[in-house]
Structure formats: C-alpha cells, structure tokens
C-alpha cells in the first residue's frame, strides 16, 4: 500500500486551511532536503520525541495511515481566525492549528510532563512564526516515536538577518590581485605546475586574480550585491547561521521563561536541533554533479587523498569559518613538520654514523679496561663490569650527541617559526575569507546560567514580599554566586594533581620491587635482563594510566566548568579548554618529568643509599645515563597515545555509538515505510552531534608538547608526529563528513585561546630543553672534562673521570653482595663526582662535581638567553601581516569608497534631474507674481523656493537629502531656491 503524503498551506487571508497536494519534487522526495512543495529549502530541523498515555495507543492505531504536515508560510503577524462572538479576528497558536486539523491528540489525555513540553515548544514555534520562518512539521500519527520540525528562511528574513549579523557579501564589483613579476612570476608558476598533481579537484573554487569586493549586507544597498538568484546567494552554511541566531534569542515567556533553542534541549523538550547535510556523500552519476558534501568525500576525506592539499576554501563554505580555521591550522602544522622531520632524521643519522667512533661508548665497551661497578641491589646482586652495558651506552649516543644541542636550539626556532607562519596564514585566510574587521557577535547567558539566575531572582523576590518590599532587580550573578564552585575546583583540581603523583610514584614502587624480584631470581638470563624487562613493563602501565585518567579528567573538567557558572558559551569554552588542558597535561608529561629530572638524583651512594619502606633502594639511571630510558618513555607514551587514543578511539567509539543509536531506534520505532528511501532529516538525525572542536585541538596540542618539549630527548618524535596528522587530517575529514552532524557555520576571526596556548608552551619548550641537555644528558661534563680536566684535551678518560670508588668494607650489614663471584674485590666504581675513601674529605661531594654543576646552570642561562635572543629576533623579522594583505586592504578600502561615492553622486544627479524637471513644469503651470518674482511653493513643489520657516509640500525632506548630496555638485546655480539666503547645505 503506497502512503499518500499531503501538507497543509497557512494563509493569513484565508479562514479554512486548505489542503494542497504536494509537488512531486525529485529533490524533495528523493533527499529530502525541501519541504513537501519541493520548492522551499530546510535550513533547519528540531528534533523531538512525543510519547502518548498507552491507554489512548489503541485510538491512535485507527487514525488514517496518510502522513500529513503543517507548512506555515511565515507571514506574520500570526493567522487570524475569526471569533465567533465578535467576528473579529485572533490569533491562532500552533496547537490550535493541530487541533483544526483533525489531529486526535487534541482532544486525548497526555503525560502531565509531556503536555508541558508540548506547550512549550507550541509557544516556541509559534514565536518562530511571529520571526517570519515558515515550518513544516509532520503529524504524530504514531504511538510514540521521533517527530521532525523543518524550518525554512524566506529571502526576506535572511535578508533582515544577514543585515542584523552584518554578513560579509560580495558585490558586483571587482578587481584584479596584484601579481607577481619578472623572476618571482616565472617561479610561481613553475611551482604551481608542480603542485598541480597535489591539488584537489574542487572545480567550482575560484583560484583566478579576479577578487570581488565584500561589504556588510544592507537591504538598502541590493542593488550593489551580485544576486543571481535569491534561493542560492546566500549558501546553506550561511543560511543556517542564520537560522541559528533566531533560535537562539527566540524566548518562551508564557510557559518556561527561557530563551534560545539550547534551553529548550537543555530541558528535554528538544532532543536536537542541526542544519541538514547537502545530500548523502555518496557520489551517485554524473561527476560533475556533485554537491559539496559529495565533492568533500571524494577530494578531502579519503585516506587515498592523503598526498593532497586540503580544499580549505570549500571546508570554511560547508562547515564555516571556526572549523575550516582548524583544519587550516592543522594543515600548517602538518607541513611545517616535513622540514622538523628531515632534520631529525639527519640528527638521528650522525648518531648512527659516529657510534663507533665514540670514545665514551668505544671506553665502556671496551673489557681491557675492567671497570668493576658496584652491585645494583642489596644482597641479592653481585659485582658487575662496565662492559656489560655496552649496548646501553651506544644505544644513548644515538640520541644524546653534539648534534642533539643544535637540534632543540633549531626546534625551539621551529616553534617560533610555525607560530609566526600561523598568524600570516590567519590573516591571509581572513582577507579571503572576508573576516577582515568582523565584530565579535552578541552572546546571549548560557542555559545553567539562565536557570541559576532565574532561581536567585524567585528567593529574592519571596524574601520581598514576606518583607514587604519592592522587589529588587537581579541583573547578574556575583562573585559569591560562584564562590562554592570555585572553592570545589581549586581542591579537585589539587586533588587531581595529587592523583596523578600517585600514579607516577605507584609506578615507581612497581619498578622498584619488581627489580629486586626479579634480581632475586637464581635464573642468569632473567637477571641479565632486569632493566629492559622493568623499564618496557612500567612504561605499558604508564601508558594504560594516562589513557584512563586522559578520560576521567576530560569528564572532570566539564563539570568542573559547570560549577564555575560562566555566562556565555566563549567564556565556557575557555575555562574548559584551561582545566582540560592543565589536567591533561600534567597527565601526559608527570611520568615524563619524573625520568628527565627526578630519577637518580636522590638514589645517594653506595653504603648511604635512600630506601623506600625501609627494605627498597630507590632506583638509579642506567650507566649511560638517564637520556636513553627518557626516549623509551617519551617515544611509547607518545606512539601509543596517538595510536590507541586519536586513532581507534576516534574511529572504534563513533561506530559503536552509531550502532546503539540504530538499535535503540528500530527498537523504540515501529518499522514503516521500508520501501522508501529515509529523508535527510532522519539520516543527519542518526549521525553523532558535534561537541565542539576542544577535543581535536587538545590531542594536536598534546602532541605538539611531545615534539616540541623533550624533542632533545627524541629527534624522531616530528616524524612520527608528521606521520600521525597525515592520517589524523584525512581521519577528522571523514569524522566531519560521514560520521557527525553538519555543525552551524560559526565565524571566527583566529583560533582563539589555542594560539596563547601554544605561544605558552613554545616558551616552555625553550626551558624543558635547556634543562635536559643541561641536566639529563652528559654534554655539559663530556665539555667540561675535555677542556677543564683531559691531560689530551681529548674525551680519553672519560669514562674513567665520571666514576667513584667505595671501599667494599664498608657496607653496612646484609647490604653487600652474599654469594659474590667476583673473587677479592677492594674497591668497587659508581657514577658521581665524590672524593674517594683515602681521601680526608671521603664521599663528599669533589671539586670536578661544583665545575661540572656549575657549568650546567651556565649553559641553562646561555642557552636560553640565546634562543629567546633569536626567537624575538625572527618574530621581528618577519612581519604578522604580509605586506601583499596591506596593500589589498588598502586598495579594497579604497575601491569601495569610490563605490559608494559614485552611488550617492548617482543618486543625487538622479534627483538633481527631478528637481531641474520640477522646476520646469512649475514655471510652466504657475504664473508669477510681479511683487516677488518667485514662484509661491504649493502642494507639488519638492524644494522650498522662498523662506523656509514652514515645512509644506515636502521641502524639509529634499531639503535634507538635497544637504547629503551636494558635495558631489560643483554648481548648484541652476538649483530653484539657490537665491535663498536662509536654506543651508551640510557637507557630508
């Protein structure tokens, strides 16, 4: 049985609804993307759930299986319907409307909670009428289920709105881009001739030297505007934008006493509300046809499309200007991490090729010199030669080499570099964009906002009248509003912190017992790999950890943030992105700071070792030094989190809540009308919402600390972070097209509290760096030792420099090794810088240890010193605008000056004509009087022609605008009146 689909016209003029048949429009019924006419496009969809008592489900089941629906036109004011007692007309509500239809639950009981919600969004839209959108809204004929209200912008609300949000537009107006000459001409084309294969097939982006000039939409000024047609020139992502900023300052007085559309949702009474997509992303025929969506799947969210530039122009057109800035900024990073990789790699390289001419890696694997180390536990372990960390020691000089100090001198330029590169883009893409002198919009409070102040003013109102008072207007909360919320987040966020030490120490003890366990067992081949063993287990479960706690803190800081009460959603976006990215940072990089400068440095000595429980030493760096095992750690953690994290999560955790969304839909909805294909609206209503853009930046920010924090540590972390964004790029692209709602086009004019951040961070970097060259790797005492102490000025004797003697006598009992194998041993070698036994001055701290310290923390200050030096310097360098985007605005700037100069010079030679022609017909019509030789003014003159002490036949008007135009007439003589001594023109 085919289902016949009929809708309903609302005229004003018309007493009875009439019933029309709906046009049969492809695009309507095949995409659903029109209303039942086939003519009127959806900018908008409500979401809601109606439930019915399940006494009245059996009247329901008799009601006519034809879907009908409720179109309104939009003309306001509201429809009248004629009251029977006096004939005059009233407006009618939307549930009157419902009711005149024939709808059964008009006359059925509901749930108390359900009526109310259907009154409140019966107001609503109702409101929405009154704003002049139309809205289309199937019946509920079924028990209970989903129920869609479409919305649709007639030409002249968006041009209302667009005037009102002072929506940039082009003109008819344009001019060509200055270009390039001579050399840097024939060099740019030959570079686009090679980018052409990297290009993205996107046909219908304008890429020529032609521009056209924007201006703030005005009504007054239509006729300046290039409008081909009304139904396309304003696209889909600026009309819903528009749409948006009715629904969100619409208010429901009578029933709920809120405003906007996130209220309502906040309240339940919507379950969503989203623009729609242009169409399945699925390309379907001719090529050429392809609708945005479908040219976004197929040139922008493929992983086969990972080799080509991102079509940012049509992004910012789908999505808007906030999220195409995003991906513009991760397509920067991402590219400016190819010249960060090649350097690491070469880094790397020169590690690899000086290994086995390393003369400290060449001493300590060399068995001739036979440094005999102390034991490494208490008891259980034995005597040890140097030689058997061979492979530690050469593995460390793959990463801690004189090139490892001219890397993060490079990376912390890198930061600069990318940060001074990001804001030339910014401004570039705001030109293009025309986002150039935007103001930021009016924020309307934030539902819990709304809600808490609403409270407030109804206990301060009953304290009145129990008083006796007037009452006394709340317009805002203060500071002790919000005092238990910020007393709460500073103690969680404390405990939280406190947590996340936990974690790390826990995993500390894990290492340390488990390392004494394990030195316990009698099996060789288990103690030989006691270190690799422990170090690759601690750092799984620190991984584990932060990914848990990654999770726990995201869900903290959003409520967190909730407590705070910030008004509007800028204010809330901020304060989240601060908590989130504190907690989420200190989750990340604790276990890291713990081995770059904690580990080792409060181990003590042999025979005053520090114990934890009284029974486990505190453990120490390997022999050559704690910079290998920072590697270890920085490069699991950061390949892990990226991979498990950004990767599976984003693309296991969608799939599944798709899943469950379909399952708890086909078991809350009774099946219909599976022969037809779903409409838009239900399509779109089946994707996941889009929370926000904190997310994706947070995971790039996180890992832009990885690269950029401890890259001294790890010159390979920019190439697997590049390698990474290459797939997460084309990865958030498919998210954004396949997997969410299409988000409403929200302009913004940069990246906002991101870019403070990683200026925070890159800072930051400079610091980190200098310490873990300074402190954690051995540059610093390999220069000290070849210009200070080598006989040679060589590194021969190094090894031998950096190690101590301990008298093996006097180990305290049980601590010395119990089955030792190493047969009469005096003395035994440890790493420090500490007088030996003979020494009056025994175990104290030696001469070369204050030389060596001292020589760090000179180095920390120079290398700061110097790269903040260089830093500032090529910020100064290189400007924040280009100078190509100056003379633009300039000449922009100028041109439509000239443009509106040239309208009003039109405008006025255009009434100039009508005045002279008025004249003529005066003194054709009217016979002067020989007493004043002027003509008398009458009902028809237009410009008062003797004195103008009264205001008749319209002469202030021409007057005034005659005023606004005379700076563009070089002689008004031939002007009636011109005589008149008492009629002045103002220069504009």
Same mark, same amino acid.
């Given at each position: 049985?085919?289902?016949?689909?009929?809708?309903?016209?609302?005229?004003?003029?018309?007493?009875?609804?009439?019933?029309?048949?709906?046009?049969?429009?492809?695009?309507?019924?095949?995409?659903?993307?029109?209303?039942?006419?086939?003519?009127?496009?959806?900018?908008?969809?409500?979401?809601?759930?109606?439930?019915?008592?399940?006494?009245?489900?059996?009247?329901?089941?008799?009601?006519?299986?034809?879907?009908?629906?409720?179109?309104?036109?939009?003309?306001?004011?509201?429809?009248?319907? $004629?009251?029977?007692?006096?004939?005059?007309?009233?407006?009618?509500?939307?549930?009157?409307?419902?009711?005149? +239809?024939?709808?059964?639950?008009?006359?059925?009981?509901?749930?108390?909670?359900?009526?109310?919600?259907?009154?409140?969004?019966?107001?609503?839209?109702?409101?929405?009428?009154?704003?002049?959108?139309?809205?289309?809204?199937?019946?509920?004929?079924?028990?209970?289920?989903?129920?869609?209200?479409?919305?649709?912008?007639?030409?002249?609300?968006?041009?209302?709105?667009?005037?009102?949000?002072?929506?940039?537009?082009?003109?008819?107006?344009?001019?060509?881009?200055?270009?390039?000459?001579?050399?840097?001409?024939?060099?740019?084309?030959?570079?686009?001739?090679?980018?052409?294969?990297?290009?993205?097939?996107?046909?219908?982006?304008?890429?020529?030297?032609?521009?056209?000039?924007?201006?703030?939409?005005?009504?007054?000024?239509?006729?300046?505007?290039?409008?081909?047609?009304?139904?396309?020139?304003?696209?889909?992502?600026?009309?819903?934008? @528009?749409?948006?900023?009715?629904?969100?300052?619409?208010?429901?007085?009578?029933?709920?006493?809120?405003?906007?559309?996130?209220?309502?949702?906040?309240?339940?009474?919507?379950?969503?509300?989203?623009?729609?997509?242009?169409?399945?992303?699925?390309?379907?025929?001719?090529?050429?046809?392809?609708?945005?969506?479908?040219?976004?799947?197929?040139?922008?969210?493929?992983?086969?499309?990972?080799?080509?530039?991102? $079509?940012?122009?049509?992004?910012?057109?789908?999505?808007?200007?906030?999220?195409?800035?995003?991906?513009?900024?991760?397509?920067?990073?991402?590219?400016?991490?190819?010249?960060?990789?090649?350097?690491?790699?070469?880094?790397?390289?020169?590690?690899?090729?000086?290994?086995?001419?390393?003369?400290?890696?060449?001493?300590?694997?060399?068995?001739?010199?036979?440094?005999?180390?102390?034991?490494?536990?208490?008891?259980?372990?034995?005597?040890?030669?140097?030689?058997?960390?061979?492979?530690?020691?050469?593995?460390?000089?793959?990463?801690?080499?004189?090139?490892?100090?001219?890397?993060?001198?490079?990376?912390?330029?890198?930061?600069?570099?990318?940060?001074?590169?990001?804001?030339?883009?910014?401004?570039?893409?705001?030109?293009?964009?025309?986002?150039?002198?935007?103001?930021?919009?009016?924020?309307?409070?934030?539902?819990?906002?709304?809600?808490?102040?609403?409270?407030?003013?109804?206990?301060?109102?009953?304290?009145?009248?129990?008083?006796?008072?007037?009452?006394?207007?709340?317009?805002? +909360?203060?500071?002790?509003?919000?005092?238990?919320?910020?007393?709460?987040?500073?103690?969680?966020?404390?405990?939280?912190?406190?947590?996340?030490?936990?974690?790390?120490?826990?995993?500390?003890?894990?290492?340390?017992?488990?390392?004494?366990?394990?030195?316990?067992?009698?099996? /060789?081949?288990?103690?030989?790999?006691?270190?690799?063993? !422990?170090?690759?287990?601690?750092?799984?479960?620190?991984?584990? !950890?932060?990914?848990?706690?990654?999770?726990?803190?995201?869900?903290?800081?959003?409520?967190?943030?909730?407590?705070?009460?910030?008004?509007?959603?800028?204010?809330?976006?901020?304060?989240? @992105?601060?908590?989130?990215?504190?907690?989420?940072?200190?989750?990340?990089?604790?276990?890291?700071?713990?081995?770059?400068?904690?580990?080792?440095?409060?181990?003590?000595?042999?025979?005053?070792?520090?114990?934890?429980?009284?029974?486990?030493?505190?453990?120490?760096?390997?022999?050559?030094?704690?910079?290998?095992?920072?590697?270890?750690?920085?490069?699991?953690?950061?390949?892990?989190?990226?991979?498990?994290?950004?990767?599976?999560?984003?693309?296991?955790?969608?799939?599944?809540?798709?899943?469950?969304?379909?399952?708890?839909?086909?078991?809350?909805?009774?099946?219909?009308?599976?022969?037809?294909? /779903?409409?838009?609206?239900?399509?779109?209503?089946?994707?996941?919402?889009?929370?926000?853009?904190?997310?994706?930046?947070?995971?790039?920010?996180?890992?832009?600390?990885?690269?950029?924090?401890?890259?001294?540590?790890?010159?390979?972390?920019?190439?697997?972070?590049?390698?990474?964004?290459?797939?997460?790029?084309?990865?958030?692209?498919?998210?954004?097209?396949?997997?969410?709602?299409?988000?409403?086009?929200?302009?913004?004019?940069?990246?906002?509290?991101?870019?403070?951040?990683?200026?925070?961070?890159?800072?930051?970097?400079?610091?980190?760096?200098?310490?873990?060259?300074?402190?954690?790797?051995?540059? !610093?005492?390999?220069?000290?030792?070849?210009?200070?102490?080598?006989?040679?000025?060589?590194?021969?004797?190094?090894?031998?420099?950096?190690?101590?003697?301990?008298?093996?006598?006097?180990?305290?009992?049980?601590?010395?090794?119990?089955?030792?194998?190493?047969?009469?041993?005096?003395?035994?070698?440890?790493?420090?810088?500490?007088?030996?036994?003979?020494?009056?001055?025994?175990?104290?701290?030696?001469?070369?240890?204050?030389?060596?310290?001292?020589?760090?923390?000179?180095?920390?200050?120079?290398?700061?010193?110097?790269?903040?030096?260089?830093?500032?310097?090529?910020?100064?360098?290189? /400007?924040?605008?280009?100078?190509?985007?100056?003379?633009?605005?300039?000449?922009?700037?100028?041109?439509?000056?000239?443009?509106?100069?040239?309208?009003?010079?039109?405008?006025?030679?255009?009434?100039?004509?009508?005045?002279?022609?008025?004249?003529?017909?005066?003194?054709?019509?009217?016979?002067?009087?020989?007493?004043?030789?002027?003509?008398?003014?009458?009902?028809?003159?237009?410009?008062?022609?003797?004195?103008?002490?009264?205001?008749?036949?319209?002469?202030?008007?021409?007057?005034?605008?005659?005023?606004?135009?005379?700076?563009?007439?070089?002689?008004?003589?031939?002007?009636?009146?011109?005589?008149?001594?008492?009629?002045?023109?103002?220069? !504009?």
């Amino acid at each position: 049985m085919s289902l016949k689909r009929n809708s309903m016209q609302i005229s004003p003029s018309e007493d009875k609804i009439p019933v029309v048949e709906s046009a049969s429009s492809p695009q309507a019924s095949c995409e659903g993307l029109y209303f039942g006419d086939g003519r009127r496009k959806i900018d908008y969809v409500l979401v809601f759930n109606h439930r019915r008592h399940s006494s009245i489900r059996s009247a329901s089941a008799s009601v006519s299986r034809a879907e009908l629906s409720v179109v309104s036109n939009g003309n306001f004011p509201p429809t009248a319907r $004629p009251d029977a007692a006096t004939g005059r007309g009233q407006p009618a509500s939307v549930g009157e409307v419902f009711m005149e +239809l024939g709808n059964a639950r008009g006359g059925e009981p509901m749930e108390v909670a359900d009526q109310e919600m259907q009154l409140i969004r019966q107001e609503f839209e109702a409101n929405l009428l009154d704003a002049g959108l139309e809205i289309e809204r199937d019946r509920e004929v079924k028990a209970h289920g989903l129920s869609f209200t479409r919305i649709h912008a007639p030409w002249p609300v968006l041009c209302r709105e667009a005037e009102f949000l002072k929506v940039k537009v082009p003109t008819k107006t344009s001019y060509e881009l200055k270009e390039e000459t001579g050399f840097g001409s024939r060099l740019s084309s030959v570079w686009r001739k090679l980018n052409q294969p990297f290009q993205p097939k996107v046909f219908h982006q304008d890429h020529g030297s032609t521009k056209f000039l924007s201006h703030c939409f005005s009504r007054e000024k239509l006729h300046l505007y290039n409008i081909t047609s009304k139904e396309t020139f304003f696209d889909n992502a600026t009309r819903g934008r @528009i749409v948006y900023e009715i629904l969100r300052r619409t208010v429901c007085v009578r029933t709920c006493q809120t405003i906007g559309i996130s209220t309502l949702i906040a309240k339940g009474v919507y379950d969503a509300a989203f623009p729609l997509h242009d169409g399945d992303y699925k390309v379907v025929g001719n090529l050429e046809e392809r609708n945005d969506r479908q040219v976004l799947h197929e040139e922008w969210a493929r992983y086969s499309a990972f080799f080509k530039y991102q $079509p940012i122009d049509l992004v910012r057109k789908y999505f808007g200007e906030k999220v195409g800035l995003y991906f513009a900024w991760l397509g920067v990073y991402t590219q400016l991490l190819i010249p960060a990789s090649i350097v690491g790699i070469i880094v790397f390289g020169y590690g690899v090729a000086t290994v086995d001419t390393n003369v400290p890696s060449l001493e300590m694997c060399d068995d001739r010199l036979n440094f005999t180390m102390c034991p490494l536990c208490d008891g259980a372990c034995d005597y040890w030669h140097l030689s058997n960390a061979c492979g530690t020691a050469r593995a460390s000089h793959l990463f801690d080499n004189p090139a490892t100090v001219f890397f993060a001198i490079f990376m912390s330029l890198w930061a600069v570099l990318f940060l001074e590169h990001w804001k030339r883009r910014q401004i570039s893409l705001s030109f293009s964009w025309d986002l150039t002198g935007i103001e930021d919009d009016e924020e309307h409070p934030r539902p819990r906002y709304e809600t808490i102040l609403l409270h407030k003013r109804q206990k301060k109102l009953e304290k009145m009248q129990k008083k006796n008072k007037n009452e006394v207007t709340i317009e805002k +909360l203060t500071w002790k509003d919000r005092l238990p919320g910020y007393l709460v987040n500073i103690s969680s966020i404390l405990f939280m912190f406190g947590l996340t030490c936990s974690a790390v120490f826990s995993v500390i003890i894990y290492r340390i017992t488990i390392s004494a366990l394990m030195a316990m067992n009698p099996d /060789p081949e288990i103690k030989s790999n006691v270190r690799v063993t !422990v170090t690759a287990t601690a750092v799984i479960i620190n991984l584990v !950890v932060i990914l848990i706690l990654d999770e726990i803190y995201g869900y903290v800081a959003l409520r967190l943030t909730e407590l705070e009460i910030p008004k509007t959603e800028t204010d809330y976006e901020e304060r989240l @992105i601060l908590k989130a990215f504190l907690l989420k940072f200190m989750n990340a990089y604790a276990p890291i700071f713990y081995v770059a400068f904690f580990k080792g440095r409060f181990a003590g000595r042999p025979g005053s070792y520090t114990y934890v429980f009284n029974n486990y030493r505190m453990e120490e760096c390997a022999p050559g030094g704690c910079l290998i095992e920072l590697c270890i750690q920085l490069s699991i953690i950061m390949l892990g989190k990226q991979l498990i994290q950004n990767n599976i999560f984003e693309i296991g955790i969608p799939k599944l809540k798709k899943l469950f969304r379909s399952l708890r839909d086909k078991k809350s909805t009774p099946k219909e009308r599976d022969e037809e294909k /779903p409409h838009q609206w239900n399509l779109d209503y089946a994707l996941a919402p889009f929370e926000g853009l904190t997310p994706e930046y947070m995971e790039m920010i996180i890992q832009f600390g990885f690269v950029s924090l401890f890259v001294a540590s790890f010159p390979l972390a920019p190439l697997f972070a590049l390698l990474n964004n290459v797939i997460e790029i084309r990865l958030d692209a498919k998210k954004f097209v396949t997997e969410l709602r299409r988000p409403v086009a929200v302009r913004a004019k940069d990246i906002g509290i991101w870019y403070n951040i990683l200026s925070g961070m890159g800072k930051l970097s400079v610091i980190i760096n200098a310490f873990v060259i300074s402190f954690t790797s051995d540059f !610093v005492p390999r220069l000290v030792y070849q210009y200070m102490f080598s006989p040679t000025g060589t590194m021969d004797g190094f090894i031998n420099h950096t190690l101590s003697y301990f008298n093996v006598s006097e180990f305290k009992p049980g601590k010395a090794p119990l089955n030792s194998q190493a047969g009469d041993i005096t003395f035994c070698r440890y790493k420090d810088y500490r007088e030996p036994p003979w020494s009056s001055d025994s175990y104290q701290f030696s001469k070369q240890y204050w030389c060596v310290l001292s020589a760090r923390l000179a180095f920390v200050i120079l290398f700061q010193n110097l790269v903040m030096f260089l830093s500032l310097m090529v910020a100064w360098v290189i /400007p924040d605008v280009p100078k190509t985007i100056v003379e633009q605005l300039k000449r922009e700037k100028k041109l439509l000056v000239n443009l509106f100069l040239q309208e009003e010079k039109e405008k006025f030679q255009l009434i100039q004509s009508f005045f002279v022609k008025d004249a003529t017909l005066q003194s054709d019509s009217q016979v002067p009087n020989p007493s004043q030789g002027l003509p008398l003014p009458g009902r028809y003159s237009t410009l008062p022609i003797g004195p103008t002490a009264g205001d008749g036949g319209g002469g202030p008007r021409a007057r005034c605008r005659a005023a606004s135009f005379s700076q563009f007439s070089g002689d008004l003589s031939s002007l009636p009146g011109k005589e008149n001594s008492n009629s002045k023109h103002t220069a !504009v």
